[in-house]
């Protein structure tokens, strides 16, 4: 998932790539179809609860998130999201511990205990000798 900046995902507090939508207004959200799309477009401008699933903590989180189309941005929820599973989605997520002075990795602006690394589909090797 994408998140746009000051969007109604943002202000609810999705968070990119970890967050995963599993009910609108009480409604599970478990098939890929319009179902997401039509409950947006039936709770615009009012505050609707949203239950979201984080990969990162592992922890369940009751949301409250307004669709809006005056929010100045795309869409009515501020956020590019697609239909999939969240089964396995941590196997390609790098955890940023540490960050050595002037390595591609700081000039890159990585933050240790703070950033994460998302796609790479390899274990990263350690290089040093």
């Not at 507090?13 to 319009?34: A, Q």
């Not at 990795?105 to 990585?110: D, E, N, Q, S, T």
Request: net charge negative.
């Amino acid at each position: 998932m994408y998140v746009q900046g000051d969007s109604p995902a943002e202000r609810a507090g999705l968070e990119p790539f970890f967050d995963f939508i599993l009910t609108l207004d009480s409604t599970r959200l478990n098939e890929e179809n319009d179902q997401l799309k039509e409950l947006l477009k039936a709770s615009v401008e009012r505050p609707v609860p949203m239950e979201v699933y984080s990969t990162k903590t592992m922890t369940l989180r009751q949301l409250q998130v307004v669709p809006s189309s005056a929010w100045g941005g795309q869409g009515l929820l501020g956020a590019s999201v697609r239909f999939c599973s969240y089964q396995g989605a941590n196997e390609n997520v790098w955890h940023v511990l540490d960050v050595e002075l002037n390595s591609p990795a700081a000039l890159a602006g990585l933050l240790p205990h703070a950033d994460y690394i998302v796609g790479a589909d390899q274990v990263m090797q350690d290089v040093r000798k």
